[in-house]
């Protein structure tokens, strides 16, 4: 029986999804376990890197089962996973503290004190923006606060890097995650001696940087016997979900823009060397030995529709509760909504950001302000699209993935907002894909990974309206100037 099927693992901050597919890019199968969250103090968002291993022990597991495919028709598995998260390790390698996660915000005056000094010239090492979310910060305010787990700690890891240790015995980090701590010198493809410095860390307590195209050792043979897989099954360590997630929707020529919106929202391109904007708005992460994904990452996406739906419509579902803004005008007749109910990443870089509606009136209602907020959300990706603009040329399509990308409503706005093609992908799982198809290139069943075009099963596609590009075009720029308006006062 030929071997025909590729997994890929994705190791997300809401869960751990573990996709089967076939060499064309179909799901057979999914199997997906949702991660616990902490937040011991305001501001702060942890989770159990040991509870996250297991989940993903169970995922490749079920998956399997659900596929009823037989192990030896398996190729290989790649990784995925988010980015940002930071576990303080013992000598032995046992983590001596939760890890941190992208959300937790504890190192915010630190951002701010190197945002007012020197912190462009560190952005424009690395890439990676001055902000909490990143390692790098996380770092110096566990340094600068006495932080006990850190002061005992022997080695410094991502949850991913945690869970290569645990199945592999080796400490291993992809170029992709190397970049997201902010330590990374993506020029060099080294840490960078001046952030280590900075961070108090030492480059022995750090992982070995590798490729993404890494085939780690076999895997440990109890951990293998749990998934029921067999031990010589090629494990790929695989890149960062952000970059595989481009990857995987087919966004990697000049002009090719993925959009994912899910709980949070990011706009991608891939681009050569390192490229950094002057504004401190975008983020460059390493990819590959030669390129790099340019974008920016925004907090709110699904989750500031969900703060929405539970304030306006809590009974509904949530296609119906978005069906409510179909017949509001582009614009929510006055209505502006600025959707920093989370804070912000790009493009303001901001953790102390509000959210505000914005020109109510006695004659909205609740479907006014549905149509805001996903306006709002829009026009935020928008605002990091022009940032990304002056980078890399206009977009000439959007590829699209995360769990908007199932409102006809949503996609058609997004269209027009940008005034370009949007295409959809059948599946939503991008990031597990690419993370499969780097596997099968790690393995050679495939030869480059712009191949992966060829394999991508198409879903629908939306064009722009004339006339409702026109008329958001005019909205936008009054969303622009009252970003610039309010935001003087967070």
């Known amino acids: 029986m030929s071997k025909e099927f590729v997994i890929g693992l994705d190791i997300g901050t809401t869960s751990v999804k573990a996709c ?20 011991p103090q305001p501001g702060w968002a942890e989770q159990n890197p040991q509870e996250i291993e297991q989940s993903a022990v169970q995922a490749l597991k079920e998956v399997i089962e659900k596929a009823g495919v037989q192990v030896s028709q398996l190729l290989a598995v790649g990784f995925s996973a988010a980015m940002h998260s930071l576990v303080c390790m013992d000598s032995e390698l046992n983590p001596l503290s939760p890890a941190l996660i992208w959300a937790d915000g504890r190192s915010h005056e630190q951002a701010e004190r190197l945002l007012a000094g020197d912190g462009y ?26 932080y006990e787990p850190y002061q005992q700690a022997a080695y410094f890891m991502s949850i991913k890097e945690y869970m290569i240790y645990r199945w592999f015995g080796e400490q291993f980090i992809d170029y992709s995650m190397a970049s ?10 080294n840490w960078e001696a001046e952030l280590l410095e900075l961070a108090g860390v030492k480059e022995e307590q750090l992982s070995r940087i590798v490729p993404p195209t890494t085939i780690l050792p076999a895997i440990r043979a109890d951990v293998a016997a749990e998934m029921g897989i067999p031990q010589d099954l090629p494990f790929v360590i695989g890149a960062a979900d952000g970059q595989l997630a481009n990857l995987g929707i087919g966004a990697i020529l000049p002009g090719e823009v993925a959009v994912s919106a899910g709980t949070s929202g990011a706009i991608r391109q891939v681009t050569h060397g390192t490229v950094v904007n002057e504004k401190h708005e975008t983020f460059c992460y390493a990819f590959t030995a030669d390129t790099s994904i340019i974008g920016g990452a925004t907090n709110n996406g699904g989750i500031a529709l969900q703060w929405a739906k539970d ?4 009974e509904s579902s949530f296609p119906a509760f978005l069906q409510k803004a179909e017949h509001v005008p582009p614009g929510a007749e006055g209505i502006l909504f600025l959707p920093y109910v989370n804070g912000e990443r790009a493009p303001l870089w901001n953790q102390r950001a509000k959210g505000n509606f914005y020109g109510v009136t006695l004659a909205h209602r609740k479907e ?3 149509r805001a907020v996903l306006e709002g959300i829009t026009f935020n990706l928008y605002q990091i699209g022009k940032a990304l603009e002056r980078l890399a040329g206009a977009p000439k399509c959007l590829y699209v993935n995360g769990g908007l990308a199932r409102s006809p409503l949503w996609l058609q706005m997004l269209a027009d907002i940008f005034d370009a093609e949007v295409q959809v992908s059948e599946s939503h799982h991008s990031a597990a894909w690419g993370a499969a198809w780097m596997a099968l290139l790690a393995i050679e069943r495939v030869e480059t990974l712009g191949d992966i075009k060829k394999n991508i099963p198409a879903g629908n596609r939306f064009y722009p309206d004339e006339e409702n590009s026109a008329r958001y075009q005019e909205i936008y720029q009054q969303y622009e100037q009252l970003v610039r308006d309010i935001t003087k006062h967070f």
């Open 368 to 370: 006014h302000f549905i």
């Open 121 to 146: 010239s560190l952005y424009a090492k690395t890439g990676t923006p001055i902000h909490p979310m990143t390692p790098f910060l996380k770092l110096l305010w566990m340094k600068e606060t006495g």
């Open 20 to 39: 089967l597919f076939d060499l064309r890019g179909h799901v057979l199968a999914e199997a997906e376990n949702m991660n616990t969250f902490f937040y």
């Open 311 to 314: 304030l306006l419509d809590s």
């Open 180 to 189: 997201a701590t902010g330590l990374f010198n993506p020029s060099t493809l």
